[in-house]
Each structure stands twice: as C-alpha cells, then as structure tokens.
C-alpha cells in the first residue's frame, strides 16, 4: 500500500509540474505581453533607393538605439558647386595722422598730407548656378568697390580662375560673378517658400578658408527682418554653424537644392554662436536674374513719403487699437502719392490686400512690386479706413 501510496503522488507531484511549466510559457508568448525584441523597422533608404536624406542607427544610453540622418549623399551630390572667393583691391586713404579725426578733416580736408594706398583683401564662398560659369555671392565678398576688384575664384579640382564682375546689389547683400569656363557643377535652385522651421539643411562654404566645408542644423526661423546686415531683410535663420569664410556659400535643403545664400551670423565673439543668416533663394534668384538682364536690380519705391513703423507710443497718441503698420510722417504735396490721395498722418496697414506689420515687410512689397503699376494700399485715416490706388515709380539706381 506505501508502494501505491507513493506512486500516486510522484505521479500528482509530475503531473503539477508539467501544469506550471506550461503557464509559464504560456504568459511568456501570450499577446498581452510583447517580445523582448521588436521586429526590425522598415529602412527607409531601401524602401526609396532616391532618398536623398539616409537614416544611420546608433546605439543610444541604455543598449536601445536611435535613427540619426545621413547627409553623406546629399553633399557628395552638392558640394563641388561651391567655390572659394578671394577678392583684393586698392584703397586709397590719407597719409595724415588726422584721417580718422572727423574735426580735422572738416577743416584742412583729406590730402593735406597726400593720400597712399593699400591692398584690402577679403576672402567667402560662391556658389555655380550654371554650367557656364555664373556664380551668386555676396556684395560684401567682393567689397565696397567691386568694380575695381581683382576677383580670384579656387574650384573644386583646385583651379584657380579670374573672376569678373556681373553686378552687384548691396540692398539684398547679393552679387553675381562669371568665370571662363565650362561644363562646371552646379547647385541647383530651391523654393525657399517651402522651407519650414525645424526642417535639416546643411551650410556649405570656406570657413576660415578651410574650403568644401560641410556643417547641419535646422531652419530656426524665417522671414527675419531688422538683423542691421542689408537695407532689404527677409533672412533665414538657421543654427547651422556659419563662420567668416562662409559668405557667399550655400545654404541647401535635404534634397540638394539651393534654399539660400549664407550671409552673416550674430555673435559677441566674432565666431559661431548658433544663429546664422541667409539670404532666401527666391530672392537671390530674382537679383540674380536682373543682374543678367540690366546689370542691375530694378525694383519699385513709393515716391515722396517718409514712412515709420507704428510704435505702442505712436498708436496710443493716434487712440489706435494696434501698433501695427507704417505711419506716414511726411509727404511731399507734389508727389504722386499725394495725388493718389495719400495724406501725413496715415497709417498703411496694406498693401494689395495683404496686412502690414511693419516698415521691413512694406519695404520688401513695394520693392518687388512691378514698375509702373498701382497698388491698392490700405490706410487708417482717424477711425476709417481709405482704399488708395498709389502709383509704385522705380526707385533710384543703387550702386552696382
């Protein structure tokens, strides 16, 4: 009987075990409980071999990992279309120990002592625009006095070529070079308008002639204005790192195309500091075109005005709800504008049906205005508001 006794329970003791060996498994596969490890996630590159923007995973704290962008593609493709720019020229200034005294030159003038002269250099980026040899840079790049600089352009296979100069527009911060050569690489055009805020782009230029130098951030803002780099601002912001060397290069957007030209940067210590300016391509593309044309941009003014941005305390004296648009301070009574019906005092707050917030934006709708034509402006007289069809003249040639 012990014999049966102890038979029956090994055989309930076997038989509890199999029971709880197969719960255990059970909840380790059942569905409410995931797999240790995830499936693999889709590679976006295989899944479009045309991506231009690849994802690199790297291991993250912790043994996960992470997806990182790959911009290897997007340079090799872009990168030879940036050149190097170096310009030289030859400044006359007073040989006199007072030059910089504005008392003395007042009174005796610049060459009492004679003049002298010197060679100031000046060294950015360009960027190809055409296989032809035309290239966008900055005014600045090519100097004050562009038309008697010497222009050296260094290419990506390490040529070193003259440049000469097609145009310049100091307002835009924007000139156009042209190069003998053919059958170049170029960068082509983008749609800046498209860009969003936190969108990759990476700077391509020569910093501190450290040539073909590839840095990424994102686009920090757009439509910046009131920065103190051109009288006509509409800038990119990005925190890619822009450094001196770098004017003139390109700013380029994940898919190889050319979104702006890098411009300048704001830093206390003369080095990067995270918040880089360019010019947005749709601009530079408009300059560069009329620069082809006329050798020079034509764009339109509203004649005979002086206009303010509205401030809190301007709006309160003028019991308006908003301190938004443009004050007219002044106006000339024999300018069309005053024909028009324009009167001191007014308060534009737009231009063609689109709101003004400020004198930048108005500058820039009345810069890019057609010649010739009428704008509807709309502006607060006392408490109404008054629909104004103003003549937009061109505005006086800048220096080219």
């Given at each position: 009987?012990?014999?049966?006794?102890?038979?029956?329970?090994?055989?309930?003791?076997?038989?509890?075990?199999?029971?709880?060996?197969?719960?255990?498994?059970?909840?380790?596969?059942?569905?409410?409980?995931?797999?240790?490890?995830?499936?693999?996630?889709?590679?976006?590159?295989?899944?479009?071999?045309?991506?231009?923007?690849?994802?690199?995973?790297?291991?993250?704290?912790?043994?996960?990992?992470?997806?990182?962008?790959?911009?290897?593609?997007?340079?090799?493709?872009?990168?030879?279309?940036?050149?190097?720019?170096?310009?030289?020229?030859?400044?006359?200034?007073?040989?006199?120990?007072?030059?910089?005294?504005?008392?003395?030159?007042?009174?005796?003038?610049?060459?009492?002592?004679?003049?002298?002269?010197?060679?100031?250099?000046?060294?950015?980026?360009?960027?190809?625009?055409?296989?032809?040899?035309?290239?966008?840079?900055?005014?600045?790049?090519?100097?004050?006095?562009?038309?008697?600089?010497?222009?050296?352009?260094?290419?990506?296979?390490?040529?070193?070529?003259?440049?000469?100069?097609?145009?310049?527009?100091?307002?835009?911060?924007?000139?156009?070079?042209?190069?003998?050569?053919?059958?170049?690489?170029?960068?082509?055009?983008?749609?800046s308008n498209r860009l969003q805020v936190g969108e990759w782009v990476l700077a391509i230029g020569s910093p501190f002639q450290l040539s073909q130098t590839v840095t990424a951030g994102i686009v920090s803002a757009t439509g910046r204005a009131n920065v103190g780099f051109a009288e006509y601002e509409d800038f990119i912001q990005t925190d890619a790192a822009i450094n001196p060397g770098n004017s003139g290069g390109a700013l380029i957007n994940v898919h190889g195309e050319l979104v702006g030209i890098n411009t300048g940067i704001f830093s206390q210590s003369g080095g990067y500091q995270g918040i880089g300016f360019a010019v947005p391509s749709i601009l530079a593309r408009r300059v560069v075109e009329d620069l082809m044309k006329f050798g020079e941009v034509r764009r339109g003014t509203i004649v005979g005005i002086?206009?303010?941005?509205?401030?809190?305390?301007?709006?309160?004296?003028?019991?308006?709800?908003?301190?938004?648009?443009?004050?007219?301070?002044?106006?000339?009574?024999?300018?069309?504008?005053?024909?028009?019906?324009?009167?001191?005092?007014?308060?534009?707050?737009?231009?063609?049906?689109?709101?003004?917030?400020?004198?930048?934006?108005?500058?820039?709708?009345?810069?890019?205005?057609?010649?010739?034509?009428?704008?509807?402006?709309?502006?607060?007289?006392?408490?109404?508001?008054?629909?104004?069809?103003?003549?937009?003249?061109?505005?006086?040639?800048?220096?080219?």
């Open positions: 009987m012990r014999l049966i006794a102890r038979a029956l329970l090994s055989l309930a003791l076997l038989v509890a075990g199999l029971g709880a060996g197969l719960l255990i498994a059970g909840r380790v596969n059942s569905p409410t409980n995931p797999p240790a490890v995830a499936p693999p996630a889709p590679d976006p590159v295989a899944a479009d071999p045309s991506a231009v923007s690849q994802q690199v995973t790297a291991p993250a704290p912790g043994g996960s990992a992470t997806s990182w962008p790959d911009f290897s593609h997007v340079a090799g493709q872009v990168v030879s279309g940036v050149v190097n720019i170096s310009s030289v020229q030859i400044v006359r200034r007073p040989n006199s120990p007072f030059a910089d005294d504005p008392f003395f030159r007042y009174f005796f003038g610049d060459d009492v002592f004679g003049m002298r002269e010197r060679r100031s250099a000046s060294l950015g980026s360009g960027v190809l625009i055409s296989p032809g040899g035309y290239i966008v840079t900055n005014s600045h790049v090519v100097g004050p006095n562009a038309q008697a600089s010497e222009v050296t352009v260094a290419l990506f296979d390490k040529r070193e070529v003259p440049g000469s100069l097609v145009g310049t527009d100091p307002t835009t911060d924007i000139a156009l070079l042209k190069i003998d050569a053919k059958a170049l690489p170029t960068v082509p055009w983008g749609d002086d206009p303010y941005t509205m401030t809190p305390q301007i709006a309160e004296q003028l019991e308006l709800a908003r301190a938004t648009g443009v004050l007219v301070a002044r106006i000339s009574t024999e300018s069309p504008a005053y024909e028009a019906g324009m009167r001191g005092g007014d308060v534009i707050v737009e231009f063609n049906g689109q709101p003004i917030a400020d004198l930048p934006q108005l500058f820039r709708l009345v810069s890019d205005a057609a010649v010739g034509s009428r704008a509807t402006l709309g502006v607060l007289r006392g408490s109404r508001t008054v629909d104004l069809k103003v003549p937009i003249s061109a505005a006086a040639r800048g220096r080219q």
